[in-house]
């Protein structure tokens, strides 16, 4: 299973972008997909996470700016981020927790990460 995220970039403050995260392989079902930030110096912190029957959760600060959704179909995630500020900028990743793929269950896999920068 590979999870392949795309959509950061340069975006002034105010600004809005999306990011987008694809898993890839032959997957049953995926429980929980989400999007975690890291800054240099910093752990990473999960920024928002969604269940596989649209529960969400968010961190506080992105809380009524940025929306998570999925299409299970799919097996894709997205991070709409809308209202920016310069304090959003790190890398972004995407992560799958409890992926049922055929005759097993695997336990978390990350994507490679997409810089989302606000700046003017």
């Known amino acids: 299973v590979q999870l392949q995220a795309s959509g950061g970039g340069l975006v002034q403050p105010g600004g809005s972008l999306r990011l987008t995260c694809a898993a890839s392989g032959t997957i049953l079902s995926i429980n929980v997909m989400g999007w975690y930030r890291q800054t240099p110096g910093k752990q990473r912190e999960l920024v928002a996470a969604?269940?596989?029957?649209?529960?969400?959760r968010y961190l506080d600060s992105v809380k009524g700016r940025f929306t998570i959704s999925r299409e299970n179909a799919k097996n894709t995630v997205y991070l709409q981020m809308n209202s920016l500020k310069p304090e959003d900028t790190a890398v972004y990743y995407c992560?799958?927790?409890?992926?049922?793929?055929?005759?097993?269950?695997?336990?978390?896999?990350w994507g490679q990460g997409t810089q989302v920068t606000v700046s003017s």
């Open positions: 992560n799958a927790e409890r992926i049922r793929v055929p005759g097993t269950q695997i336990v978390e896999s």
């Open positions: 969604i269940t596989g029957a649209d529960r969400t």
